[in-house]
């Protein structure tokens, strides 16, 4: 099964691409863990990619992102190929990556871990205006601002992680399971923001543990098994789909009653 998107006045999908994949390969030392995987992310959608342990979920995530180099294939984003492009070179393109582990620095403030996104940025008051900005979105930021960031519970670091994503202004977030270890409330918390991110405007792209929420509010999702793409289409067609229900997401029928 595949699915495509509606394109609106009259954008082709090529037009709408910010991030593609065509046939990568990588993995480590004499081992390929990717398999000729293709990918392409729309612009201003939520893709959620989702598989069994040992999937090559993170793998992938490394290669976006230029922590680790493809063997095979391309990866262009907005364009431009990102192979061989070390990770802060990526980044000042527009693409940040939100790691699955905690990030911050436990010593400094919420508000300096936050300040920290923009440090490629040299105009101060464009730095300002962005943070009164996040501020806003995340008041947590604002209410916690002097409180060292080794204070908070490890669902408001990931909520600050979020905020510090933004300080680039980024063209695309990529998360590496932004759930993980988060009780239900506070995942709730978490994925309202990721979904509030992208009705401002941003594409996200995800990998998340959770597949049934991460698939939910999802635009489109992949499954990924074995290093080589499984099945594409919308979140709620994975969701519903009987094969997959059954492999990795507990039944199809319990999803759509959850």
């Not at 670091?157 to 009780?183: F, H, K, T, W, Y």
């Not at 998340?208 to 099945?231: F, H, P």
């Amino acid at each position: 099964m595949t699915s495509t998107p509606e394109h609106g006045n009259g954008a082709t999908p090529a037009d709408r691409a910010m991030l593609t994949l065509k046939g990568v390969t990588a993995g480590y030392g004499g081992g390929d863990v990717l398999k000729g995987v293709s990918l392409t992310v729309q612009r201003g959608e939520i893709m959620c990619i989702v598989g069994p342990n040992g999937a090559g979920k993170s793998t992938l995530l490394a290669t976006i992102s230029g922590t680790l180099r493809a063997r095979k294939g391309a990866i262009t984003f907005d364009g431009a190929s990102l192979v061989g492009l070390p990770p802060r070179q990526i980044l000042a393109k527009g693409l940040v990556l939100i790691p699955q582990a905690h990030s911050l620095f436990p010593e400094m403030t919420v508000r300096e871990n936050v300040q920290m996104g923009a440090f490629t940025l040299r105009d101060r008051e464009l730095v300002r205006q962005r943070l009164q900005a996040i501020e806003e979105m995340f008041p947590l930021v604002r209410e916690r601002a002097k409180d060292k960031a080794g204070s908070l519970s490890g669902g408001q670091q990931r909520l600050v992680e979020l905020a510090r994503s933004l300080m680039l202004d980024p063209s695309l977030i990529v998360l590496d399971e932004p759930s993980i270890g988060l009780d239900p409330p506070t995942r709730r918390t978490v994925f309202r923001m990721i979904r509030q991110m992208n009705e401002q405007g941003r594409t996200l792209l995800l990998v998340e543990q959770n597949a049934r929420a991460g698939l939910k509010i999802s635009t489109r999702g992949m499954v990924l098994d074995n290093g080589t793409v499984r099945l594409t289409g919308t979140g709620r067609e994975i969701l519903e789909h009987p094969e997959i229900g059954s492999l990795y997401l507990g039944g199809a029928a319990s999803i759509r009653s959850s």
